[in-house]
């Protein structure tokens, strides 16, 4: 079948997609679409359903309903089709760098010359000439979250799923890391569906923002983000940024009570002290 129009300039489309396990709703039905080249973040409480739904799109779980639609083609339950980097996503002890990076390709077959040369260029080309012949334990954990991210980006695929890439760093490394990603990205022209629970992380990154809601998830709202590129980190303490900040706040806390009234019922749960 020839793909629509709208395939063409849609990229990655979820259609009414939901899950439960067990009987108990993690994700409504959701729609949602991405455009080619877009950036987009879901920022969530802990437990909503973010892995749930990135599992879904990788092809690793079976949506309960719904059809998962890449380039227009249906990718539902079929793995393979995305690049995909786990929360946890570790590097493999025993393989260099460059293993690591190449280790998509190994696991179809032998390594070739030229894979392993495009790989190291690649590498290189993105600021880890001096790490290529190490082992993961001597890198840095930011070091280890690039390689990782250029495992990732070797697999070749139309758009990349990065879940909590940078939740364990600490926040100079995670700014680093996260200009960094936009450099790759903006080369690339790549297309990134991205998970974080930091709102700051999500805007400062993102060209759209979703913001989900407690179990059973959906899309409680989407900000469209429109400060210019290339972004450096001044721009996360002008009026606008902070603007976007406080409309992702006031949709993710506001529902429990925490937006504007954080120490009442925060402590009133304790009860007294014994
Ligand atoms: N395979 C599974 N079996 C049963 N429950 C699951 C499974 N995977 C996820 N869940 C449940 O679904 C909910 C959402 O999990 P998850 O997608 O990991 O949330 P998040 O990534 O937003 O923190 C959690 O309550 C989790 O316990
Ligand atoms: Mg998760």
């Known amino acids: 079948m020839e793909p629509t129009r709208e395939a ?10 939901s899950r439960s396990f067990g009987g108990v709703e993690v994700l409504t039905p959701i729609d949602l679409k991405i455009a080619r080249g877009e950036f987009v973040s879901i920022v969530g409480p802990s437990g909503c359903g973010k892995s749930t ?27 393979g089709h ?104 903006a080369e690339m022209q790549g297309t990134i569906l991205f998970i974080t629970h930091d709102i700051e992380e999500a805007v400062f990154l993102s060209d759209r923002v979703l913001v989900m809601s407690r179990r059973p998830a959906a899309i409680a709202a989407e900000i469209r983000v429109d400060l210019e590129r290339p972004r450096g980190v001044v721009v996360t303490t002008s009026e606008e940024f902070i603007a976007y900040k406080r409309q992702a706040m006031e949709i993710l806390y506001s529902h429990r009570g925490l937006y504007e009234e954080v120490t009442d019922p925060a402590f009133a749960t304790l009860g007294p002290a014994s």
């Open 8 to 17: 063409a300039t849609c990229l990655l489309e979820l259609r009414d997609v």
């Open 53 to 79: 739904l990135m599992n879904i799109v990788a092809g690793l779980v079976e949506p309960t309903s719904g059809r998962v639609m890449l380039e227009g083609r249906d990718i539902t339950g079929r793995s």
């Open 82 to 185: 995305v690049g995909y980097m786990f929360q946890k996503d570790l590097l493999i002890p025993w393989r260099t760098v460059l293993g690591n990076i190449t280790f998509g390709a190994a696991l179809k077959g032998r390594v070739s010359k030229g894979q392993l040369v495009e790989a190291a260029e690649m590498a290189r080309h993105y600021g880890l000439s001096a790490f290529l012949d190490n082992y993961p334990h001597t890198l840095s954990g930011g070091m280890r979250q690039r390689v990782a991210l250029m495992r990732t980006l070797a697999l070749g695929r139309p758009i990349m799923l990065l879940d909590e890439p940078f939740g364990a760093l600490d926040a100079q490394t995670r700014v680093q890391l996260q200009q960094w990603l936009l450099a790759v990205w």
